[in-house]
């Protein structure tokens, strides 16, 4: 779980420093450090379900 908590601070800091850089806002990079991450998280989810599905029906190809 240390390892998820301090990959979500990395991933946010990512996030709003880009957005901050970007576009000079702390306001617009704040929205986007905690909208982005977090739709990206519920992708990743989907995103392991079917990976999970698929590579159980192509066993060899798995890594």
Known sequence: MIKTLTFAVLHFSVAFS????LTGSALVGGAVALIEPSINTVVFYFHDK????????????AV
């Open 50 to 61: 079917f990976w999970k599905k698929w590579e159980a029906k192509h066993p060899a190809v």
């Open 18 to 21: 880009i957005t901050y850089l």
